[in-house]
Nanobody
Framework: QVQLVESGGGLVQAGGSLRLSCAAS????????MGWFRQAPGKEREFVGA????????RYADSVKGRFTISRDNAKKTVYLEMNSLTSEDTAVYYC???????????????WGQGTQVTVSS
């Protein structure tokens, strides 16, 4: 069992940066791939990026590639999402999730956090 808690969301101006954190509790954090997803009002939850259990591999949605970076610290049981050059299109609730593989589909992730709101003002 893994419990996930996101933090770091807030209001930022367009062009700005934020770093989200996802802290995990439970003994098995380091065996899970971790994903970040987001959901804007009226839209489906979408894949943002993911990182392998070791941190050696990452993948990103085309919409964030080059602007967002995922990293993890297994000793701290935390995964991060560094977001740069933010636009209003990035406004959403951001969720972290734990699963067995770095996949883009939500139903392959077993555990989810409660989400943190990111609002980008233009």
């Amino acid at each position: 069992q893994v419990q996930l808690v996101e933090s770091g969301g807030g209001l930022v101006q367009a062009g700005g940066s934020l770093r989200l954190s996802c802290a995990a509790s439970g003994r098995s954090f380091s065996v899970y791939a971790m994903g970040w997803f987001r959901q804007a009002p009226g839209k489906e939850r979408e894949f943002v990026g993911a990182i392998s259990w070791s941190g050696s591999s990452t993948r990103y949605a085309d919409s964030v590639k080059g602007r967002f970076t995922i990293s993890r610290d297994n000793a701290k049981k935390t995964v991060y999402l560094e977001m740069n050059s933010l636009t209003s299109e990035d406004t959403a609730v951001y969720y972290c999730a734990a699963g067995s593989r770095m996949v883009v589909v939500t139903n392959q992730y077993n555990y989810w956090g409660q989400g943190t709101q990111v609002t980008v003002s233009s």
